[in-house]
């Protein structure tokens, strides 16, 4: 398999606020972004994580690890 097709997978952290949308990863520090809605700061914090990783690949620096998980425990309100 060639370097191209290796995918790499990081857990994205969601948060609602009272006007906007926030986007980051425990795994990739400094990375993050705002959107008026989830669509919009999923489709940037993409954009963003791709950007963040090209430079990081630029500098000749590792990637970082994707080691975080998330999950939802549910308990009566």
Not at 41 to 55: I, K, N, T, W, Y
């Amino acid at each position: 398999m060639s370097k191209e097709n290796v995918m790499i997978e990081y857990t994205v952290i969601y948060e609602r606020g009272k006007n906007n949308w926030s986007a980051y990863s425990p795994d990739v520090p400094g990375c993050v972004a705002v959107g008026e809605s989830r669509e919009e700061v999923e489709r940037l914090f993409a954009e963003a994580l791709e950007f963040h990783l090209e430079g990081l690949r630029m500098e000749g620096l590792p990637l970082p690890e994707p080691t975080t998980e998330a999950g939802k425990i549910r308990l009566p309100a």
